[in-house]
């Protein structure tokens, strides 16, 4: 599949739009049309439902059979300024990114790639950035620092592999991705990727705070809260879905990288020496409830974090990814992040501030060798009352977006293939083959003509579907053009009211997949509408 069609239909039927677009756009930003927004509450009303409401495991907890708690919560964006400095995102929070003197562009030192090429013995290095066709957009930003045509690409010489700038001693030989000239790239500097803001109207710097770059430190502000108003008990889980914020240096990839998107976070809290298994088991479950949505293609992957790669208080780290269509063949994006991150957060919150120390983190200590910046100082231990022992609890955390996730499910479910028309003709149809929890209409109710009582029929059905199901009217066009509007948005099922309907009190339902028509009692359709959906 094609990225552009994908785009293409999801401007055209309504799914997303370019934030602000009628002033230019703003780039990193996306609004959800009245279909997007459907399908992206579907996909957290899952998650929601899976993971917290319903969410109905039995596991073995200290060798019995019992059920966790998993409850939630709804934090703020703007949180206490100290939050972002014990979280460490206020100081190590950073990317690299590297400006171009000439273009005025500003990219991410890791995603500029390149390679070595020459012409008549001047050579250069020639980059883009990251993207699927690499090497194509090497040979044209090539040719035209040469000032050749397309005739001439055979004349150029490679050498070398394709690699990132960031593995070059200097820039002096560079040609920036959209720079005319070579060495115009700047030194990398490192950018910190929250963004700022002040809070009251007399507002100074000590005022500053933070839009949340992740909605996981809510939960650990709170946990003490959570343990003193409910009564859950180690193990427990808290969920929180809401808005972050990351003032990215290339948003880009429609919306899978941008600069506001939602998360949807779990902070599972358990005994340290359960968390290894409890580790393994959230990393597990949360695979399988993308493949359970319907991403159980070859495109999913579930990746084990190279221990070199893990921060020093984990044990594990797996991300879920997936093969989006706009990356280079073979590469995957992350989806969801499954981290085992020990008793780290809670940690800081209650003792203080992290210092950078080599690749890892240590506590900023005084002279006495005691934490020098205090957290909160509140006691965030809890006493377990089944092993009468008191600690602070480990940590497992699934980390998804809930973008990426949307984008995920529409990649997976667009579809094109060849149907007969109404003359039986095969023409190509394009579909979205959504799980039907996901899909943002669920059925589509027509009239075959507007005639013969039909129309009351129809608008009388819709009107008591409507109360339960997410449905749609449509009695305009011929009712093959019906379907295939229906089916360009992944409408699972389609009722027709028709001549016979009168007589008998039955309806056509057609599926979206398999094309199959099948008639039902009006009075057995939202039974056989529910049972289908689930
Ligand atoms: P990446 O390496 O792609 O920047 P990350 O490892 O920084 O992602 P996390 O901090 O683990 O991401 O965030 C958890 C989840 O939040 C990610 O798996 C992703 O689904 C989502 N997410 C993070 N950054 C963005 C973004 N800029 N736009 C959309 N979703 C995002």
Redesign the pocket.
């Known amino acids: 599949m094609q990225m552009e069609q994908l785009v293409a239909l999801c401007k055209r039927r309504g799914f997303l739009f370019q934030s602000s677009e009628i002033y230019g756009g703003l780039n990193g930003f996306w609004d959800y049309g009245p279909l997007g927004v459907l399908l992206k509450k579907n996909v957290k009303d899952a998650w929601w439902s899976d993971m917290v409401v319903a969410h109905n495991e039995m596991v073995l907890q200290r060798g019995a059979p019992g059920l966790y708690e998993m409850t939630g919560l709804d934090c703020t964006i703007i949180m206490h300024p100290q939050i972002w400095k014990c979280s460490g995102h206020y100081d190590l929070f950073h990317d690299y990114m590297v400006d171009c003197r000439e273009s005025k562009k500003r990219y991410r030192y890791d995603h500029v790639k390149g390679r070595t090429v020459a012409y008549h013995g001047q050579s250069v290095f020639a980059t883009t950035m990251e993207t699927e066709n690499t090497q194509d957009c090497l040979e044209q930003a090539a040719l035209k620092f040469f000032g050749l045509r397309k005739k001439d690409v055979e004349n150029l010489e490679w050498s070398g592999e394709i690699m990132a700038i960031s593995q070059l001693a200097g820039f002096s030989n560079v040609l920036g991705p959209d720079a005319k000239t070579i060495g115009t790239l700047t030194a990398p500097r490192e950018f910190n990727l929250m963004f700022k803001t002040v809070i009251g109207a007399l507002g100074g710097e000590d005022d500053a705070s933070f839009l949340r770059p992740?909605t996981a430190q809510g939960i650990f502000v709170n946990f003490k809260n959570v343990c003193d108003s409910t009564r859950v008990k180690v193990p427990f889980g808290i969920a929180q879905i809401g808005k972050?914020f990351?003032n990215?240096i290339t948003?880009r990839n429609f919306?899978?990288?941008?600069?506001e998107?939602e998360?949807m976070e779990i902070e599972f809290f358990c005994h340290p020496s359960e968390s290894p298994q409890w580790y393994k088991y959230w990393r597990d479950r949360r695979f399988a409830w993308y493949t359970e949505l319907g991403l159980a293609g070859e495109r999913l992957r579930l990746r084990d974090h190279d221990q070199d790669e893990l921060s020093h208080y984990s044990c594990g780290t797996a991300?879920v990814e997936y093969q989006y269509p706009f990356l280079p063949e073979g590469e995957y994006?992350?989806?969801?992040?499954i981290a085992h991150r020990g008793d780290f957060d809670l940690r800081s919150h209650m003792e203080g501030k992290l210092m950078r120390d080599g690749d890892g983190l240590t506590l900023e200590l005084d002279a006495d060798g005691k934490p020098k910046h205090r957290g909160s100082g509140k006691d965030l231990t809890y006493y377990d009352e089944v092993t009468r022992e008191r600690y602070v609890p480990h940590v497992i955390e699934p980390?998804?977006?809930a973008?990426?996730?949307t984008l995920a499910f529409l990649c997976e479910a667009y579809h094109v293939d060849q149907v007969p028309n109404d003359k039986g003709e095969p023409t190509e149809r394009v579909s979205l083959k959504f799980h039907p929890r996901l899909a943002p209409i669920k059925a589509a109710v027509f009239p075959l003509v507007k005639k013969d009582g039909m129309p009351e029929i129809a608008t009388e059905l819709y009107g008591e579907l409507k109360r339960e199901f997410s449905v749609f009217y449509d009695d305009k066009g011929a009712v093959g053009r019906r379907y295939r509007r229906q089916d360009e948005i992944g409408t699972p099922f389609c009722i027709t009211i028709d001549g016979q309907t009168a007589r008998d009190d039955t309806v056509t339902i057609r599926d979206r997949d398999t094309l199959e028509q099948w008639r039902v009692k009006q009075c057995d359709l939202a039974a056989e509408l529910r049972g289908r959906l689930s």
């Open positions: 992740e972050s990351r990215e948003p919306t899978f990288r941008s600069r998107f998360q991300d994006g992350e989806l969801e992040g980390s998804a977006g973008d990426r996730a």
